[in-house]
């Protein structure tokens, strides 16, 4: 579904990506795991195309997706659930939710009301500026706001972070449920519990490249792979 | 340290072509002798706010030197005009600059504050210069004292003063209010009219003051009381506009008669202006378009077909300084390089101007002339100014004052509120 | 290196820095809720937790560069909760970035002057060339040398490894000599030999230096402090020494993140656990 | 493939030096160095010098030049050094001329007048200066603005005081022995020296440790706040001294005049001090110099034979920020250091560039908002 | 009596106040430009409304060229020029600086710098007795005030309830992820541009019913824009609304009860707000 190749990112003068490269499929959930500072967001920027590839292809159904803008990344079917939420907090939860709204080319195309079922919280508050949400509640605004584009790619960047792990459970089975409905997720985090949970494969990424990869079952079963890479 | 040598070259190249560019430049123009032509520097804005003036000062000077000979005992006039952006600072540059390529006569600049900037300039060189008014006590006190400086265009509170004696005389208005712009033209002019209808014995209702940043009239116009006699509005420029507009606006038109001095209605605004606000307004003017002599209707005609428009007093002005700079160069056989001789012939000269005849007051060196009380009427569907009562041969001091406490007021209302 | 000694034996007694509740809240999330602890003078504090435990918004509010919703800070004594940033710095505070803050566009010599310069009325010394300051440019250059970047003082800031950014930030604020400082994860995003770096030039910090370290290096907390605060959710969880935390099971769950199946967290627990070590062990 | 190659030219603007706004303002190397200063100046005043002696028109254009780049330079310590922009700079170039010229009109002496002027603008600085600080960035921009235009209005209308549209004459200049202010030679020369001086200063400001910790602050001034800096006093201190200089230039500017109007502190001549500054390369206390002999020379030269020389004034700077956004200054350099390359040398700014194009090949991460609580917390 | 005209007086003031500024708050709001040349787009839109009036003689024709001629200029100008710069804020300020020279001068050349004004057809050139009192009052200025009054709940609409306005809201909040929701930001930034064009070019076709037009009513227009959203809080729509009125009621008070003080009354508001609320009364915190 989509592959990336070969990947080389600066931000300003720092190298950060120093050839990365990854597939992920549909109807499954890549995960990347890396430690802090080891160029997670850095590699979800420039497949979002917030940060322009130096070098390197990313390819989605045989479009390439470098050297495009992000708003032409997301109209070819790639949603962010980006770090630390990032609400629209002057828009209510609904404005939110219907800005980005596409069908995609999706049979059974995410609405409203799906959302609004998915997230019962949501739907009481959606009169509610983004900025009055609780940071559960943000995340599950964000999610919903990404899946209304109707993504084949749903790529999100640490959504555990700063959650209770009630909610990182629940993060876990929107997860599950997206994959189980044909999308193919990308998940990006530090939270190895949540990672193992919910891969179907996984990559690490540390110093800038792929330093490892397999399932997560092969992962459980490298304590070393995990101290050295993890520091789990 | 090599590279700082390289920098410091790069540095030096720029600066130096910059400074062998102007250098260069001026070289060529500077420089000449007495066979040369006549030198005539004309600064004045064509940016800024007073671009509209400047460039009809710069079409009455072509015209007129069109109409007297722009070609004196076989000397050529050469006019630079130039751009002082209404600005004293540059107007100063700018004449500088002018001087340094040999001008012999300047004329103007244009607004109060350039000319007051390049005076003592002008005075240091002793050049002639012809003002396009007398506005400022230190113009009056550095002509007296230096013998370079006059003007053949009037002095500020000129139509003013008759403007009073007309008033009160012929319209029998005893009860005036006094809305004026709130710096020196406008002090000058309402000081002009107030002390000149106080004397006579008539009685100002109010002073409203316009500050000259003032950019909607209106809460100044609905401060003129009801029960007023007539309005004497001390305005000019865009206020004159805004000011008519106003007026009209807020019902006051027709109903309370309106007055002032010539850049109320000049020509060179009538065109902007709704006939419905403007016609019927009176101004006391030293010029104005419809004025009935062979003069003007020459003037007049060659105006329109230059300028699709009909004159205003700057572009007369300008017309009529060209005429004294031709007359008095005739009389001086093209010889303008005794700064002077030229400048005691210029005040000499007598001429009979498109506002009728000027002469120079050997007192205030500024124009003895006619001054007439304008009307704006409708003519085949166009805005003209037609003057309905003529003032003849005016002196600076109007006919309601005598000299010397006209000086005396002129010199205080130049520099604060009357 | 005193990987094990207890906190007790390297402080004087006397309390270096303490919060009480202290409590941030931004737009509707509360990034830290109720934080009580206080720290000893000399004593080295590890501080861990998830990401977006609230760490740095704990660190921002010691700084003086966030202002707290609730509760007040005391550094020595003196309650310093209305204080701005650079008045703390005077107190002696000093800290590091986890997004590295060093002064981009200037040298790594200036960048160490700037420095310097902070605490002395110096820094406001208009009419004499920094580089004439003989007394300071000797302090910056023993400071470079002592981390090792002698060679690249006149190198620019952000031409730097990523390493060596990690090492000058460190520097910054040592700079200031501060009797507590507060480093924000040296270690994120380095390799693992200049890792290694990191720890030999935690080990060399002064001993009378009050440290508060935020760190997911196990390795490098293990050899850098006595005891780790566990945050999480903006909320103090736990408290003790590094083999009590490392085995503390729940810690583990919720810093490694993993939850047991079914296994819930109860809020009430993890407060009570804060409250608790948090008045306890000081 | 087809997108690579685009992308790897949108990453090049972000390494492009940019103007005021902080972090990514900072010039690459912005330290005139020594030698170079003293060889730079004797150039200066044996170019200018011939030139103010001969008086007349182009003793007249320098000079005008220099009070300019007086003024332009101390914008420049503060938008270049400090990353904040002014647009007030001609209201304090006017403030200080009044000082002079209403000081004289209440009857006091040249000297005096000027010693009052002195104090007006350090009062004024001290006043407006923590209004102004309050904010940055564009936010400084528009509040300079602002404030520049109640000065303007306050000369315009306080007609009492200011003269008004007219403006007041200033009728004499002080007389120190021999030297005579009131020859436009003597005012040349005075003005040169003061030029020299002021470029003096400002330099030494900012190679001085708080031009340094100025510089350090465009770039972060969090950073600095946690280095033991009250920055906005640091602001405060930078925003009077650059202020400080325009209204030096201001009491120049009266005293060769002979005049001053409120045009001079109007809108479109604190457009134009900026425009000098930008134009000639922020950041480069030179550039602003070499800024204000360009628009002069629209402004003064080029407008006595060019109608429309306002249009091709706004075309050339709109070209510079659209293509050398550094200045001409910077462009200069930009091109001496290209000329060092090609010459097989070391680059012209020496070790930093040279570390900076190597390093910059070299492998090495940057932590940059990757797994950063900190930016998702202010965020949010 | 005296104080009812003076109020209807500065409401119109404000009037005219809020259709300079909603534009120039606006596109502050949006793309963080302060756009010098505001008050440069509200003088061509003027002049342009006057040449159309004169040639074809219907004054509304003219109004609405005007604003059309302004929004593709300034669609044009930021496609060519500000979009190259996109991201260097303080560059894209000072080329906006530039285009205010450029336009003034190009202006001053094709109309001259004669003080113009509009003249309002039929009706509207008229003026009106109020209800209930003597008062006349021009129809203009009602009219003005009437067409404030719309274009703000106009605007009202276009950014509380449309989808447009939640992309523009959106846009303040965080750019980058409005771009990531695959709307493309850029053709935002045009829009936005082109309106606060638009805006400024019909408020100056307006305004110059009221007031004149000539070199220098840039700058007046601009300060106005200027007070009003620094008074009201940069890039706050709200905040233009409520600027617009302060500004206008007290500068209004000000010129006809302290009359020597007028100046002063249009930045007495400035200097308070500034003193105690310095990022505007209705700004955030963050500007």
Redo the contacts between chains.
Sequence with gaps: MITVQNLHTYRGLSYVLQGVGLTAEGASCTTILGRNGMGKTTLVETVMGLLPAREGSIDLDGNELAGKSPYQIARQGVALVPQGRRVFSSLTVEENLTLGARRGGSANPWTLERVYDLFPNLSRRRRNRGSDLSGGEQQMLVIGRAVMTNPRVLVMDEPSEGLAPVIVDLVGTVIDQLRQQGLCVLLVEQNYGLAVDVADKIYILSGGQIVWDGTSRELEQSPDVRHEHLGV | MPRIERRLRVGLAVTAALVVAATSACASKAGGSTSDPIKVAHPLPLTGVYAANGKDLQSGFEIGLKEFGSEVNGRKIEVTFADTQGDPATALTTVRKLIQDGAQVVQGPMATNEIAAVAPLLAQNGIPVNDLGLCSAAQLDSWAKTGNGFTSGYSCDQTALVAAEWAYNEMKWRHITLPALDYSWGWATAGGFKSAFEKLGGKIDKEIWIPNTAADLSSYVTQIPKDTDAVFAAVAGAFSVKFINAYKSFGLTGKIPVFGVTPLIDGSILPTMDPAATEGVYAGAQYCDGIDTPENKKFVETYHAANKRYPGYYAEAAYVRAQVLVSALKARNGDASDHKAMAKAMKQVTINAPRGPVSISDKSFSPIQNIYICQVKMVNGELRSIPIKTYEKVPPQGNVLDYATWEKNFKRYTQARP | MNTTAPAQAASTGEVALRVESLGRQFAGVKAVDGVTLSVSRGARLGIIGPNGAGKTTFFNMLSGELKPTSGRIEMFGQDVTRLPAHRRVALGLGRTYQVTRVLHGLTVRENLTVAVHGLSRSKLGLLRSWRAYRRQMEQVEELAASFGLENRLDVLAEALSHGEVRQLDVCLALALKPSILLLDEPAAGLSPAERVDIRALLNRLPPELTLILIEHDMDVLRSAVDEIAVLHHGEYVARGSVAEIQQNELVRELYLGKQAEGAELPKETALNAGTESGGGLV | MNGVHGSADRAQPARRPRLGGRAQSVPLVARPQGPMLWIGAAAFIALTAPLLSQGGFYGGLVTQMLIFAIAAMGLDFLGGFGGLVSFGQASYLGLGAYGVAVSMRYGYGPWTAVGISLVVILLVALIVGPLAVRVSGIGFVIMTLALGQILFGLAFSWVGVSGGDNGLPILSAPVLGPIDLNKPSHMSFAVLAVFILSAWLLRTFVTSPFGLSLRGMMSNEQRLRTLGYATRLHRYVAYVISVFFGGLAGILFAFSNGLISPTAMDFHHNGVITIMAVLGGLGTLWGPVLGAVIIILFQQYLSIYVDRWATAMGVVFIAIMLFVPEGVWGLARKGARRLGRQLGRPAADGATTRALSAEAREPHRDGQNDGSGDEAEVRA | M?LL??TL?GL??AG?MFLVSSGFTLV?GVM???N?AHGAFYLLGGYIAFSTVQVIGNFFLGVLVAAVTTAVLGLVLERT?IN??R?????E???T??????I???A??IW??????L?LPGLL?E?S?LPGSHL??????LLILGVAVLVGLGLYYLLRRT?VG??V??G???R???????????LVFTAVFALGALLAGMGGALGAT???L???SD??????A??T??VGG?GSFEGAVLGSLIVGLLS?YG??YF??L???A??AP??VV??IR?QGVLGRTT?
Excluded: C, W
């Design positions: 005296q005209v003076q007086n119109t003031l005219i502050f963080r430009v302060a010098l020029l190259r710069i991201g260097n804020v303080m560059a300020v000072l080329l600086l530039g285009l205010v020279f450029v003034d001068d190009v001053l050349a001259g710098g004669d003080p113009l004004s003249k050139a003026s007795t006349v009052y021009p129809n203009a200025r989808r939640a992309i809201r959106a303040v909040d965080d980058e992820m409005v771009g990531a929701m695959g709307i493309n930001v850029r009221v007031l004149t000539g070199p220098g700058a007046t227009i601009l300060t106005f200027l007070v959203v620094i940069l209004n010129e006809a009359p020597s007028a100046h002063f249009l930045f400035l200097v500034l003193l310095p500007a």
